[in-house]
């Protein structure tokens, strides 16, 4: 059983380039999840998905677009990285969104290194 | 404006004695209050989830109380060990119920 996966594990590049981080659940979770943690700040939501083929805008959503064509997949991409979105990108799933049944499962993170 | 805090970054305590943990906050009114566990390097592990219509909630040896009226949860581990050592995170459902806001994390070092 794999939960959540995550690629790339680490990744630097260039300011200006288009970046995707994949995300994988195998849980059959309907809503998803894009985080992003850095040092003092603490979790951010950037995006989620409440079900296959709705997206909602979390905390910090500019500069990151998401998709969920299918209930397993929800890559996060970056049109044109900045420095600012140097951070550790967590994506995490649950059975449903809100409420009692909004247990989150991690996935192992994504550390992005923007210069 | 909206604030969740997390009572230090850091706390040290013996082993075998109990840790407590705060979580306050401020124009939230959740109805539902998690608690996780972060390791160096790892994604967030879910611990226990408490409703606001429960005082207590209780796991092993840990324990989570839930105070509305003073927007406040607390999270206890008793007969800690080394192996508890871990950044713990609070999370509590936004005023939409639809998704979960987190605290910065407390860092907590059970020394042996």
């Known amino acids: 059983i794999a939960g959540i996966t995550q690629a790339p594990t680490s990744q630097i590049l260039a300011a200006g380039r288009r970046m995707t981080l994949r995300c994988t659940q195998d849980?059959?979770?309907?809503?998803m999840y894009w985080y992003r943690q850095d040092l003092g700040l603490g979790l951010r939501l950037i995006h989620y998905?409440?079900?296959?083929?709705?997206?909602g805008k979390g905390e910090v959503p500019d500069g990151y677009s998401v998709s969920r064509a299918n209930t397993d997949d929800f890559p996060l991409t970056l049109a044109s990285a900045v420095p600012s979105q140097t951070s550790v990108y967590f994506c995490?799933?649950?059975?449903?969104?809100?409420?009692?049944?909004?247990?989150?499962?991690f996935g192992p993170g994504t550390r992005l290194t923007v210069l | 404006s909206q604030k969740i805090e997390q009572n230090s970054e850091a706390l040290n305590i013996q082993e075998g004695k109990t840790a407590t943990l705060t979580c306050n906050y401020t124009?939230?009114?959740?109805?539902?209050l998690q608690w996780y566990r972060q390791d160096p390097g790892r994604g967030p592990v879910f611990l226990l989830l408490?409703?606001?219509?429960?005082k207590e909630k209780r796991k092993e040896r840990l324990k989570v109380t839930f105070d509305t009226t003073l927007k406040q949860s607390l999270f206890h581990i008793t007969a800690s060990q080394p192996a508890d050592s871990a950044t713990y995170l609070c999370?509590?459902?936004?005023?939409?119920?639809?998704?979960?806001?987190f605290g910065p994390g407390t860092r907590l070092s059970v020394l042996p």
């Open positions: 408490i409703r606001e219509n429960e």
């Open positions: 998905s409440n079900t296959a083929g709705t997206t």
């Open positions: 995490a799933s649950s059975e449903s969104s809100g409420g009692a049944y909004n247990e989150q499962f």
């Open positions: 124009n939230y009114s959740p109805a539902y």
């Open positions: 849980m059959r979770h309907n809503a």
């Open positions: 999370a509590l459902e936004d005023n939409y119920g639809q998704n979960f806001v």
